[in-house]
């Protein structure tokens, strides 16, 4: 039986490397490697550091992908070790969710008869994210022969490698070094000069004596290399271990040739275990306070745990400049852009599970702001714009021309048009000052977003004099199917809840810090009148609402495109496109993802279960899924109101959404914020969890018949409450005496005491 801290892949097929690159990408939050399938070159190699951004000649400032150090070819006299023309006996690729370690097992038959067994290990360390490695260890099963071993580091990465017309790169190789033991490459980026170092070196971990008889240093163009040359004998196992240093003059004013040196030299001294131990222990710790338990339904544990994994491994804390991408530090899809992925759909992992991350998060904001500040200048507002695709400083990147599926040259308007975002980042500020009530983030940084956000709405605002109201004109919604559309209520409404926190703050501040009040008001700009405009306006922002007052209309005019509902579906449950009868996609009510149903799960208290229930059926027979954005909303909001059968549907979808690939583009880089999707569906929808008007964290968890058992954990303000739920009770305990809410009715969890219910 598969463990259920696996992802295997048992069989060789190099159509689906790309896609197995990002499933097997080994991440932590410094840097990703894209799982590049040993022995092959037919792939997509990727090394992200995060942070590492330029533009060059591309099309807008994209994530560097940098020189790659994990080459490693073996030859037995001549002939190559090549996966791809080869004989494969065995194969076997299993990612260790659980250590964080990628595991792989190869027999190849080459094509001189020659048969080798090849087992690899690689992790990227969590302990120190300067460091990884790779442990190899050779069998030669039916010959005996010279062995040569080249370690590599590849200077001629270009980002879109696949893409003849696209191709670019983004930096020059400065030096190629023998450090003896060890080789290194450096380069330099482009347009920030930023540099880059990456050091490698080879080591034999063998009783009897050092295998190695020659070394060679060489350069080849871009590329650094060592050879090594043993004698191998037939049925003997070989022990290699390359050990890998990354540093980058974003990490410290040092100079990053001699700091790599060093710490290969101590990382070598330390030795290969030394490091994995302490890496999979940073993992086991990791797992303690992540984990979901799902016990009676094996593909959901595993599917789960995968997405726990990768959304972790894609964030740390140790740095505020950078954030979470859209592919994270998976792939080049999206160019390595941030986006509201980020905020609406992972933060709350973060926030509930590792608040420190979430801050580091957020922080990136806080830095970006002058970029911000830039994009509402240069569009002709005030305050600070978030763009919606942001890179290194926070000014707009998002692409102003893509390809539609047949390669026509489309125009992108959504860095024009997509505004909510900065509603979006206001509300994940407070979300997580709400659930961490850390006062000095909040002082220092979190209201300045808001009240700059606020001070942006106030100005974007268009007076319709006619109707005596405030409206958002031209503007796409989450549901990006319908560009250019007046008063989408999404965004309207998040605008309106921008403004009004903003005006909550500047009265607390008044009563509790007017200094710190009076100096933010210097630094933005901003006075008592500003305050009372804003007032008086969001009191007008309009809000489109069906006759009936509880059906919303997701943008002004929606209800009189053409209602094409969906009526068939795949056989996953998932929509089929419905005949357009001669429309355009736009001029139909099919919505691309979840626009109204997020809205009524941000803000869930505005909205009463009646107005959710209807709004829910209304739209669910409308929405494409055409983002993986979108099935974990309807996940939850079919637990909110009962449908609970497309729920679990919906939740299975997101949870697969990389490991079936059913978006159909996992090759360009994870789906972050379907990982995000995944932990808010199993804990904001099957466990119930959500935190009411009050401020009281709120339990109504239901789970399917298949589940015997669902647990998991969240910090709660200091807390930290333990929550099980299996077919009768719901069993919660913490820490610290808590107060809660279980099905409606208050109680309090008292230290160290497990409170037990009833399920309903
Ligand atoms: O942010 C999303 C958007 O909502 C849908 N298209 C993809 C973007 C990046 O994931």
């Known amino acids: 039986m598969q463990s259920l801290w696996h992802i295997s892949l048992n069989k060789y097929d190099c159509k689906q490397n790309r896609k197995y690159e990002t499933i097997f990408t080994l991440a932590n939050g410094y840097r990703g490697f894209r799982g590049t399938q040993?022995?092959?070159?037919?792939?997509?190699c990727g090394n992200f550091i995060a942070g590492i951004f330029d533009k060059n000649d591309a099309q807008v400032t994209e994530i560097v992908n940098c020189q790659n150090p994990l080459v490693l070819n073996i030859y037995f006299d001549s002939e190559a070790v090549d996966i791809d023309n080869s004989e494969v006996l065995e194969y076997e690729r299993t990612l260790n969710m659980q250590e964080g370690v990628l595991y792989s097992k190869y027999t190849l038959k080459l094509p001189s008869g020659r048969i080798v067994n090849v087992q690899v290990e690689r992790f990227v360390s969590r302990n120190n994210v300067h460091r990884w490695a790779e442990k190899y260890v050779i069998t030669p099963v039916n010959f005996s022969s010279k062995m040569f071993v080249e370690n590599i580091i590849d200077g001629t990465v270009t980002n879109s490698s696949l893409d003849p017309y696209y191709k670019t790169k983004h930096f020059e190789v400065v030096g190629l070094y023998d450090l003896k033991p060890g080789i290194a490459l450096k380069t330099v980026t482009i347009d920030n000069k930023i540099e880059i170092v990456e050091a490698s070196t080879l080591f034999h971990l063998n009783t009897h004596g050092n295998i190695f008889t020659n070394r060679k240093f060489g350069k080849f163009g871009e590329i650094a290399r060592e050879i090594y040359?043993?004698?191998?004998?037939?049925?003997?196992?070989?022990?290699?271990?390359?050990?890998?240093?990354?540093?980058?003059?974003?990490?410290?004013?040092?100079?990053?040739?001699?700091?790599?040196?060093?710490?290969?030299?101590?990382?070598i001294r330390e030795g290969y275990d030394f490091e994995?131990?302490?890496?999979?222990?940073?993992?086991?710790?990791?797992?303690?306070?992540?984990?979901?338990?799902?016990?009676?339904?094996?593909?959901a544990q595993r599917g789960l745990r995968f997405n726990l994994f990768q959304l972790s491994s894609s964030a740390y804390d140790g740095d505020e400049r950078v954030s979470i991408a859209a592919k994270a530090l998976h792939g080049e899809g999206y160019k390595g852009h941030v986006f509201w992925d980020t905020e609406i759909?992972?933060?709350?992992?973060?926030?509930?599970?590792?608040?420190?991350?979430?801050?580091?998060?957020?922080?990136?904001?806080?830095?970006?702001?002058?970029?911000?500040?830039?994009?509402?200048?240069?569009?002709?507002?005030?305050?600070?714009?978030?763009?919606?695709e942001s890179a290194d400083d926070g000014t707009e990147v998002t692409p102003k021309w893509g390809f539609d599926y047949d390669g026509n040259p489309v125009r992108i308007w959504t860095g024009d048009e997509e505004f909510h975002i900065n509603a979006d980042i206001a509300f994940a500020v407070w979300e997580y000052y709400r659930a961490t009530q850390d006062r000095e983030f909040l002082d220092n940084y979190g209201t300045e977003?808001?009240?700059?956000?606020?001070?942006?709405?106030?100005?974007?605002?268009?007076?319709?004099?006619?109707?005596?109201?405030?409206?958002?004109?031209?503007?796409?919604?989450?549901?990006?199917?319908?560009?250019?559309?007046?008063?989408?209520?999404?965004?309207?409404?998040?605008?309106?809840?921008?403004?009004k926190k903003a005006l909550e703050i500047v009265e607390i501040l008044k009563k509790e810090n007017p200094v710190l009040l009076s100096k933010l008001c210097i630094k933005l700009g901003l006075s008592d009148l500003d305050f009372d405009e804003w007032q008086r306006k969001l009191q007008l922002i309009y809000i489109p609402m069906a006759k009936d007052g509880k059906l919303i209309e997701q943008f002004e005019g929606y209800f009189d495109l053409a209602d094409i509902p969906i009526t068939e579906y795949d056989e996953n449950g998932m929509p089929k496109w419905p005949d357009l009868k001669g429309h355009k996609l736009h001029d139909t009510q099919l919505i691309k993802q979840a626009d109204v149903v997020m809205l009524m799960l941000l803000l869930g208290d505005e909205f009463?279960?009646?107005?959710?229930?209807?709004?829910?059926?209304?739209?669910?027979?409308?929405t494409m899924h055409k983002s993986s954005l979108s099935p974990s909303m309807y996940s939850i909001m079919g637990l909110v109101v009962g449908d609970t059968h497309n729920s679990y549907k919906y939740f299975m979808k997101t949870v697969y959404t990389d490991l079936e690939d059913n978006q159909g583009n996992a090759a360009f880089g994870l789906h972050a914020a379907s990982t995000g999707g995944s932990w808010q569906s199993a804990v904001f929808g099957f466990g119930g969890f959500s935190v009411d008007k009050e401020e009281i964290p709120n339990f109504n968890p239901w789970i399917p018949e298949v589940w015997s058992e669902l647990n998991y954990k969240i910090n709660w303000r200091g807390s930290r409450i333990k929550v099980s739920v299996n077919k009768d009770t719901v069993k919660l305990s913490s820490d610290k005496r808590t107060e809660v809410k279980v099905y409606g009715k208050k109680y309090v969890i008292e230290e160290n005491n497990v409170l037990e219910i009833p399920r309903m």
């Open 449 to 499: 977003i808001i009240l700059d956000t606020a001070k942006f709405w106030s100005s974007r605002l268009e007076y319709n004099k006619e109707k005596n109201r405030y409206e958002i004109n031209k503007v796409i919604g989450p549901d990006e199917f319908h560009e250019h559309v007046n008063n989408n209520v999404y965004t309207n409404y998040l605008a309106k809840w921008n403004m």
């Open 608 to 622: 009463d279960l009646e107005s959710k229930k209807i709004n829910y059926e209304y739209y669910e027979k409308r």
């Open 38 to 44: 040993d022995f092959s070159k037919k792939g997509e």
């Open 276 to 299: 994995k131990d302490k890496h999979v222990e940073y993992w086991k710790k990791l797992w303690d306070d992540i984990d979901i338990q799902i016990k009676g339904d094996d593909p």
């Open 345 to 388: 759909f992972m933060l709350p992992f973060f926030i509930y599970t590792n608040p420190k991350v979430a801050r580091t998060l957020l922080m990136y904001r806080y830095n970006t702001l002058d970029g911000a500040r830039k994009n509402a200048a240069l569009n002709g507002y005030k305050g600070a714009q978030f763009p919606w």
């Open 229 to 267: 040359e043993a004698f191998v004998k037939e049925g003997r196992e070989y022990t290699l271990v390359k050990y890998g240093v990354t540093y980058t003059s974003r990490d410290t004013k040092d100079d990053i040739l001699a700091l790599a040196k060093e710490e290969l030299s101590e990382y």
